[in-house]
């Protein structure tokens, strides 16, 4: 829709608030349309996917279909590219850490591209069977959604965060039909910090979406009844919550390794080739690994596990081995992250929301099969699916609140909330022994962009070393004699001076208060030189370092003010503590107002 059409629809609105509205209902009945607007994007990307996939399938003959499966990622990715490069220039921003980046760094300004292109690039990835989730895609256009919308109505900077996490928060009710697993989806992943007044706007925006979404689309139908679980099985719920942990620990790092694999890569079509090639090999030996695989969960929770070797290279060897489902369903467990990282790293679009999700099941039901198997105790494989899913998803999100309730929402089992607390708490707390960053943020603090940690760490993480550079400092060349020094310390308004050479590289500093006694030694004026009177400063920064690390650096040193050099050494300029402290306090005002 144009940008005009846009404005004259919405200005309506923001006439009626100057009239009419208190601040806080507007809020409210903004949220409402961004719940809305997220709503319908969320049921119209996964309703195009799923009837997509039904058509592909069936232009192929049950017979030949493993082998259309393998053809059609490459398809999808292939696609995703040249939409990408053709339609966006290049930049697509996959998943929610830009979102998570555009709150910290951006003041909540989210690309207006973003309100179609993961619709689209997801769309082309998931229908042609890349191996990822679309809750991520629906998420980061819902914060869109949000964000734009505040612009246009020209709503300010803290209501145009609280609104990027409504538009994320209403996609993940949509998907599921779980709307307070989306508000705490949105608090947990998005949005650092938050006071209870704003729950509000957030509980309406997910609710709306929620309503939308029973209207149009039955959401995912996983059903659980159960009505009670077994005390005596606490520990193997403990148990479950080491596996979940390692499970999610092994995804993060695997997904970080191969993304960073897919980096040095060069040449885009050269990724999408081997990308495709190699998800196509993946999806040929485990079928299992094809798009969402939220239809396998299904299964799984149906008792139809032994569906899993369907169409497989192993279903010829079905009924020789009991063990082998266990064996196709640990080797799709683990090989899930490698399949959704190619699909990712290839070019395609897609998330890890639903990668854990379906990671998770599976954990849960090898971990049952194998303690059944044992003899040693009779669990329930449902449960234990359930609950491998919430571990593994709030290990891998850092998420446990979002863990607990999606899945209790979804499956009906909120019987199940003990064990539930138990096991992604449990993972949680191990993953985050392991892996202090979840696979949303550890890129952004590899960047310096620390987020969800404190509010000091996040309000100093949208200050820039760049911006807060002091360049009045009077540079001296080391071969400059006392008596030059002499001459610039009369027309300087500092008393610290960067020694510098001609090439720009930094040698030292001479301070005024370390050289005074020699001002007054008339007979060196002319055999002093600049180099034997400067010493080494305390300690150098870069453009890319925390200013977090720097206030720290500067407290152990004593020191008001260091030197900032680019990556060749050459002098930036100074950065002064009290900038920093000063423009932290303008921060902290701004945030609060």
């Not at 719940?35 to 969320?42: D, E, F, T, V």
């Not at 695989?293 to 929770?301: E, M, S």
């Not at 993480?461 to 008596?483: K, M, W």
């Not at 005074?516 to 060196?524: G, N, S, T, V």
């Amino acid at each position: 829709m144009p940008q005009n059409t846009i404005h004259r629809l919405l200005r309506p609105l923001l006439v009626w608030r100057v009239r009419h509205m208190s601040d806080r209902v507007y809020l409210i009945l903004v949220s409402m349309l961004v719940g809305l607007l997220a709503g319908l994007a969320a049921v119209l990307l996964k309703t195009l996917v799923h009837d997509s996939q039904s058509m592909l399938s069936a232009w192929v003959p049950s017979e030949y279909r493993v082998f259309a499966n393998s053809l059609y990622p490459i398809i999808g990715i292939a696609l995703t590219v040249l939409f990408t490069r053709y339609f966006l220039d290049g930049n697509l921003g996959r998943g929610i850490g830009p979102i998570i980046y555009n709150i910290a760094r951006q003041g909540s300004i989210v690309p207006r591209s973003k309100l179609y292109s993961q619709l689209v690039s997801s769309f082309l990835t998931v229908t042609f069977g890349g191996s990822a989730g679309l809750e991520a895609p629906i998420s980061v256009t819902g914060s869109a959604i949000g964000s734009n919308t505040s612009r246009i109505l020209r709503i300010g900077r803290r209501e145009r965060r609280l609104l990027t996490g409504c538009g994320a928060a209403a996609g993940v009710a949509a998907i599921f039909n779980s709307p307070i697993a989306g508000v705490l989806f949105a608090v947990e992943v998005i949005l650092s910090e938050l006071s209870a007044a704003y729950f509000v706007p957030l509980l309406i925006a997910s609710a709306t979406a929620t309503v939308v979404s029973k209207a149009l689309y039955a959401g995912q139908p996983f059903v659980l009844i159960t009505t009670s679980w077994p005390v005596d099985a606490v520990p193997l719920y403990l148990m479950l919550a080491v596996f979940t942990a390692l499970l999610s620990v092994y995804m993060i790092r695997v997904y970080f390794w191969a993304d960073k694999y897919f980096e040095q890569l060069h040449g885009t079509f050269r990724k999408v080739l081997l990308g495709g090639l190699a998800l196509g090999g993946l999806v040929f030996l485990f079928p299992p690994l094809y798009g969402e695989g939220y239809n396998i969960v299904q299964l799984l929770l149906g008792g139809h596990a032994d569906q899993l070797v369907d169409g497989s290279l192993f279903d010829v060897f079905r009924d020789e081995s009991v063990w082998l489902v266990l064996l196709v369903a640990a080797g799709s467990m683990l090989l899930k992250v490698v399949a959704t990282t190619i699909t990712i790293g290839s070019g395609g679009n897609g998330g890890m929301f639903g990668s854990s999700l379906f990671a998770g099941a599976l954990c849960g039901f090898v971990f049952a099969r194998l303690i059944n198997l044992s003899g040693l105790y009779p669990i329930s494989e449902v449960h234990f699916i359930v609950l491998g899913m919430a571990g593994t998803l709030a290990g891998v999100v850092h998420a446990p609140l979002t863990g607990i309730f999606l899945i209790a929402e979804i499956t009906g089992g909120y019987a199940l909330f003990v064990p539930l607390m138990v096991v992604t708490s449990g993972s949680y707390l191990i993953t985050r022994y392991f892996e202090p960053y979840s696979v949303y943020t550890r890129k952004l603090v590899q960047k310096g962009v620390y987020v969800n940690q404190d509010r000091d760490r996040g309000l100093l993480a949208q200050l820039d070393v760049r911006s807060l550079l002091q360049t009045d400092f009077l540079p001296v060349h080391p071969n400059d004699t006392l008596g030059e020094l002499v001459t610039t310390f009369r027309h300087a308004s500092r008393n610290l001076f960067p020694v510098v050479d001609s090439a720009g590289h930094l040698h030292g500093v001479v301070s005024l208060d370390t050289v005074r006694d020699a001002l007054f030694d008339d007979e060196h004026y002319t055999t002093t030189r600049v180099r034997d009177l400067m010493t080494d400063p305390p300690a150098i920064v870069r453009p890319d370092d925390t200013l977090l690390d720097t206030l720290r650096c500067m407290e152990q040193l004593g020191a008001w003010a260091l030197p900032v050099l680019d990556l060749d050494d050459r002098y930036l300029g100074f950065l002064l503590k009290s900038t920093i402290l000063a423009n932290y306090r303008r921060q902290l005002i701004k945030e609060s107002e």
